[in-house]
């Protein structure tokens, strides 16, 4: 009797965690996630067992189809929503060069000691070695975490001896994504925010007469993610470098110097070829490298950000160093392909996956469709360009593909615009759209 109540409740046939967890078919999940994870995942089916009813032969099963593909969270996606710099999305995405900085750097490597000597070394000297060079103007460089951490700092030292005050245009007192706004960032070092001008038109007089002895620096921000138009003015850095105040300019999308495609957007280089003494920008946004603030001017200044205690805070690690190294002195970043793709190239490509799909049975058709450079960078600028347009309710499913395609619904229609993804992804993209809309050419 008791043999038959065994042999007929199937929770007296869970395996033991080890011996599931020797099983050889869970052994490249456990190198690649952990045992921990692998686990995890192990004790769920089991319960599963115990009180869902599920067949003790499908367990294995059932592990292996719940372990996560990747140890992270984050998920590959294909950018096809004509935003070059999609900031939700992680902005730039790297290049093939940075890429293997990256892993090159994911073990031991010399970032602070001199192999030669056996002594400690410059942190990052070969990265800020080629910033240099980068951004011929700059009598120094630094690099720190972030854009805004740049700014911070720049200003907490250039004010920080004392309660001085930053001028600043009343049309440059910018709010960028997530409700932050760059004058509560400025007020956090202690500094006073002294405004001048008017929303649409500020004046070299406005900056002259604000001026004084509690003056720490003038600060001009560019006004990245929108613009003002009809009766304006505003005063240029080469005005305000005539001032008896160091001119700090934000340039915000990080361009290190001019390019021709966006003749609006301000970069570094020029601003500290017309008198800035500091300039600052983002590391992920048009220069297409990792999450990184640089700050590039005048080698006193930068010698005294290099010393204060802040610097420390906001310094950036390894992979950042050796990512941002391979994007200064390597190829063509994906965002610079991105940006300066050939209209008529991207046309006949979007009209040939077009062709793939509709052979596959897909709704599909092309639609000229204007992308955008995105990341706070080049407001008001459209770039020419294509997209595939499809059924507004493939969206979703789409999104929760492997890999997870994000276009953009305008119109009841679902755009999927090329411009930000390398051609040799157009394969995955055609398999993703026909699995979504559960085409014969799924695969």
């Given at each position: 009797m008791t043999h038959a109540r065994e042999a007929s409740d199937p929770r007296r046939r869970v395996p033991r965690t080890d011996t599931v967890l020797a099983d050889d078919r869970l052994t490249a999940a456990i190198a690649r996630l952990g045992r921990a994870t692998v686990k995890a995942a192990v004790q769920q089916a089991q319960q599963r067992i115990r009180t869902d009813g599920l067949d003790p032969d499908a367990l294995m099963e059932v592990v292996l189809a719940a372990l996560p593909a990747r140890a992270t969270s984050l998920r590959p996606v294909l950018n096809a929503t004509g935003a070059v710099l999609h900031t939700n999305l992680g902005r730039a995405a790297l290049s093939s060069a940075a890429v293997e900085a990256l892993l090159a750097a994911a073990g031991p490597v010399d970032v602070e000691f001199d192999l030669t000597t056996g002594r400690r070394a410059g942190r990052g000297r070969g990265t800020l070695a080629a910033l240099r060079r980068a951004v011929p103007p700059a009598e120094d460089v630094l690099v720190v975490n972030n854009g805004a951490a740049a700014l911070l700092l720049v200003v907490t030292v250039l004010c920080g001896r004392r309660t001085p005050e930053v001028i600043w245009s009343r049309g440059e007192l910018v709010e960028i994504g997530d409700g932050f706004r760059l004058p509560d960032l400025v007020a956090a070092t202690g500094a006073r925010l002294?405004?001048?001008?008017?929303?649409?038109?500020?004046?070299?007089?406005?900056?002259?007469?604000?001026?004084?002895?509690?003056?720490?620096?003038?600060?001009k921000v560019h006004p990245s993610n929108f613009t003002v138009s009809g009766f304006t003015s505003q005063v240029g850095v080469a005005e305000l470098a005539e001032l008896p105040a160091p001119v700090v300019v934000d340039v915000g999308s990080g361009?290190?110097?001019p390019d021709p495609l966006l003749p609006q957007e301000p970069d570094m280089a020029s601003a500290l070829r017309a008198g800035a003494a500091v300039v600052t920008?983002?590391?992920?946004?048009?220069?297409?490298?990792?999450?990184a603030g640089i700050v590039a001017g005048r080698a006193e200044l930068l010698a005294r950000m290099r010393r204060h205690p802040l610097a420390r805070a906001l310094r950036v690690d390894k992979l950042t160093l050796a990512a941002l190294e391979a994007t200064l002195s390597g190829?063509?970043?994906p965002t610079h392909d991105a940006l300066h793709l050939d209209e008529r190239a991207l046309g006949i490509r979007t009209q040939q996956l077009a062709d793939v799909l509709a052979g596959r049975g897909v709704d599909v058709r092309t639609v000229t469709s204007p992308g955008i450079v995105g990341g706070g960078g080049a407001p008001g600028v459209q770039l020419a360009g294509w997209a595939l347009a499809l059924p507004a309710d493939l969206a979703v499913r789409l999104r929760c593909g492997d890999p997870a395609v994000v276009g953009r619904v305008e119109d009841g229609c679902l755009l999927l615009d090329l411009r930000a993804?390398?051609?040799?992804?157009?394969?995955?993209?055609?398999?993703?759209?026909?699995?979504?809309?559960?085409?014969?050419?799924?695969?």
């Open positions: 002294r405004e001048v001008g008017t929303t649409n038109r500020t004046t070299l007089d406005d900056y002259r007469a604000a001026i004084g002895p509690r003056t720490g620096c003038v600060l361009l290190l110097g920008g983002s590391g992920d946004k048009l220069l297409g490298g990792p999450q190829p063509a970043t993804i390398p051609p040799e992804h157009d394969d995955v993209l055609a398999a993703a759209v026909c699995r979504a809309a559960g085409s014969p050419g799924a695969g």
